[in-house]
Each structure stands twice: as structure tokens, then as C-alpha cells.
């Protein structure tokens, strides 16, 4: 599976941006996706998730990030909405096949077999 993350850019606190993911080399309704963010100096961080039918978040972002898929064009998309300075970060799209164990641990990083290159955030005051 090959994964190309783009949308990134620099933005003002507050402001939206979204990011898309384009999949290719598996057929791409039988994979969960996901996306985690890296800080400098900081781990991965597990940012949103879709895995089946069920859609999950991380704390930080509940509320003001939206992931989204369209099957039909092979694509994942983050919608992020009044970005905050601590969004400032790479953001990595993720998949693996889906499998039924990948609830209980899709937060880390352990749990993706694929990872597209990072496009970076960077929200200033």
C-alpha cells in the first residue's frame, strides 16, 4: 500500500486546513485508516482513526477534527478546525487491513503496517 498525505501548510490559530491521504496497491475499503501527528522533540501521536464503521480520536483533537473517507476515490481526509499552536506537527497517514484485535490498540503507531510520508502543520499565533 502506498499512501501520499498533502494539505499541509502554515496557518494562523483558529484557522482550518484539511488534509487528504491518496491509497494505493489494495483495495482500499478493506483497510482502516488513520492519522497520527510528530512534534519536534515529541512521540507520534495518535490523531484519528477509521477502522470499519467506527471512528475514533485522540483527546486533543475531539471536537475540532473531523476524518472522513470516500471510498470511491481512495482517499482519507482530516478536516481540522481552530487549530491551536499545539497542533504545529507532521502528520503521517496510516492504514493496515483491517483486523478485528486493531480496536483494543489503534492508538499506536504498532498497530499500521502503512505510513505515507509526513506533510507538516505549522499554526502560528
Known amino acids: 500500500v502506498q499512501l501520499q498525505a498533502s494539505g499541509g501548510g502554515l496557518v494562523q490559530a483558529g484557522a482550518s486546513l484539511r488534509l487528504s491521504c491518496a491509497a494505493s496497491?489494495?483495495?482500499?475499503?478493506?483497510?482502516?485508516m488513520g492519522w497520527f501527528r510528530q512534534a519536534p522533540g515529541k512521540e507520534r501521536e495518535f490523531v484519528a482513526a477509521?477502522?470499519?464503521?467506527?471512528?475514533k480520536y485522540g483527546e486533543s483533537v475531539k471536537g475540532r477534527f473531523t476524518i472522513s473517507r470516500d471510498n470511491a476515490k481512495n482517499t482519507v481526509s482530516l478536516q481540522m478546525n481552530s487549530l491551536k499552536l499545539d497542533d504545529t506537527a507532521d502528520y503521517y497517514c496510516?492504514?493496515?487491513?483491517?483486523?478485528?484485535?486493531?480496536?483494543?490498540?489503534?492508538?499506536?503507531?504498532?498497530?499500521?503496517?502503512?505510513w505515507g510520508q509526513g506533510t507538516q502543520v505549522t499554526v502560528s499565533s
Open positions: 496510516a492504514a493496515s487491513p483491517r483486523r478485528s484485535d486493531m480496536y483494543g490498540y489503534y492508538y499506536e503507531s504498532s498497530a499500521w503496517d502503512y
Open positions: 496497491g489494495r483495495t482500499f475499503s478493506s483497510l482502516a
Open positions: 477509521i477502522i470499519g464503521g467506527s471512528i
